[in-house]
């Protein structure tokens, strides 16, 4: 079972716990404020405007730090931030040492970005002698992209996908060839088959973004839908590292105007036609469909769509 693990904006009732936290040597090891008292703690840690800050608890236990900044202009790091995107630093320790060495800054720090880091690319800068840290961020997917500094990057790609069916449950699926992802399973020149959908704006919620797709891609305006699945996973989008977070809704379109003028400029040069699938067919295949759950997933949601659904965690590859 999964632990439940949750965020709190820092507070001025937290400044005697952080502190407590900051004399730890575990922490004092790898972060510079042990050696401050208790009133330079509290001033050092006021609110500012483009830091956030969180208690994060593990199953309602109070157990660390995490936070994000903004990396603007005038930061140090500006010379590592994703090029006219917006681009955050994150840093995160354990202060609970009944907590540490048991696998959970990976999922504390995955559920961080999923839910506070709405950046295009995330910037973290390890002490180099912080072996398991580094560890805990390259298995999330950052990469070194400087040495002198010890900087680490990793970009990120917010999407929905619409799994758009008919009245005959039949899925409408898009057929395509190379695109700016690159999967070891195929060859770049290799066909596959993907979902509606696309990249979330900033700004935008998962239901806007939804709207906007389904009308770019498909002509949909008028539409029934109900999330049904979210998943992430790591690929080379671009040729960088990207964690892709995925939102999947199930769509009953009852207006589906396909044409490729509604497509972008990139969409038309990889996106060859559109198909719509009988599920059966789909699970016999043998070509390549993304994600690789699809059929089943949809098999599922057909089996039990008028009854209640419970929101699945699917495997992206």
Known sequence: MKNHITFQALTHQDVVQLHQW????????????????????????????????YLFSIDNQAVGLIQNYLIGDQHEYHAFALPGKETMGV???IGECNYLGKGFALPVLAEFIKLHCFAERIIVDP?????KAIQVYERYGFVKINDEKNIYAINLRRAVRALVYNKNNEI?????????????????????WFTLG????????????????????????????QKIAFGEMVLLWHDFPTRVIETYFAVQA????????????????????????????????????????????????????????????????
């Open 127 to 131: 002490n180099p002698a912080n072996a």
């Open 91 to 93: 840093d995160i320790f």
């Open 198 to 225: 696309g990249k979330i704006e900033i700004n935008e919620t998962l239901e806007d973004a939804l709207q906007r797709e389904l009308k770019e891609e498909a002509g949909i305006n008028h539409y029934q839908s």
């Open 254 to 317: 009852q207006d589906i105007l396909l044409h490729e003028n509604n497509l972008t400029h990139e969409e038309n040069q990889f996106i060859k036609d559109f198909k719509w699938w009988k599920v059966e067919d789909l699970i016999h295949s043998e070509e390549i469909i993304y994600p690789q759950c699809l059929p089943l997933l949809l098999q599922d949601f057909f089996a039990s769509k008028d009854k209640h659904w419970s929101i699945k965690e699917i495997d992206l590859s």
């Open 172 to 192: 409408l699926l898009i057929h395509a060839v190379g695109g700016p992802t690159q999967d070891k399973r195929r060859h770049k020149t290799q066909a596959f």
């Open 22 to 53: 900051l004399q730890e040597e575990h922490v004092r090891a790898f972060w510079e404020d042990g050696h401050r008292t208790l009133a330079q703690v509290e001033q050092y840690y006021r609110p500012q405007k483009d830091v956030q800050r």
